[in-house]
T-cell receptor, first 114, second 113 residues
């Protein structure tokens, strides 16, 4: 039973399109995150939500809009996709949103923008 | 903001040897230092962590040391096995920072037979 699941696993699309990635966690955690991993494997936080409230927004272009319908779900919608958006996007969750807690990552969604 | 540097970027060892990965951080308020292992095609997974009130922590073949004065921490893997081959990330965060982890740039560890 997957703890943090994200769909789709692979996404290939054209520049200018809009796409969404969905994430669900069944761990009962209050905090969820989106991380971006670029081609050099660098992992950088994009957003975090605690109980549906936005906590961290790391100067991500406003083409990226996270949505948390409930604390078990955090979706990522990307408008007007650009080549530089190609990356692996990881969803994660943690019990503790204050600091110092283990993050549980999904398996990633590889986005390729052509 | 926090900046975490990690070395080396690649590390190749013979099976049974030890491997050491080193990280430095910039924010003196950081107090939580986890290490994540990422296998090919998978998400990162926590393998060990240390908090700022502890200088060393060990879990079987894995140990982490922290030097707060120098702002650096290290991962030590002893008796390496082929299944240890992966990318390892150090990270740092501080309490009240919304559990915002700043990751190092990763180390590709290859354990050769």
């Amino acid at each position: 039973d997957t703890a943090v699941s994200q769909t789709p696993k692979y996404l290939v699309t054209q520049m200018g399109n809009d796409k969404s990635i969905k994430c669900e966690q069944n761990l009962g955690h209050d905090t969820m995150y989106w991380y971006k991993q670029d081609s050099k494997k660098f992992l950088k936080i994009m957003f975090s939500y605690n109980n549906k409230e936005l906590i961290i927004n790391e100067t991500v272009p406003n083409r990226f809009s996270p949505k948390s319908p409930d604390k078990a779900h955090l979706n990522l919608h990307i408008n007007s996709l650009e080549l530089g958006d190609s990356a692996v996007y990881f969803c994660a969750s943690s019990h503790d949103g204050l600091g110092g807690g283990e993050l549980f990552f999904g398996e990633g969604s590889r986005l390729t923008v052509l | 903001g926090e900046n975490v540097e990690q070395h080396p970027s690649t590390l190749s060892v013979q099976e049974g040897d030890s491997a050491v990965i080193k990280c430095t951080y910039s924010d003196s308020a950081s107090n939580y230092f986890p290490w994540y292992k990422q296998e090919l095609g998978k998400g990162p997974q926590l393998i060990i962590d240390i908090r700022s009130n502890v200088g060393e922590k060990k879990d079987q073949r894995i140990a982490v040391t922290l030097n707060k004065t120098a702002k650096h921490f290290s991962l030590h893997i002893t008796e390496t096995q082929p299944e240890d081959s992966a990318v390892y990330f150090c990270a740092a965060s501080r309490k009240g920072g919304g559990n915002k982890l700043t990751f190092g740039t990763g180390t590709q560890l290859k354990v050769e037979l």
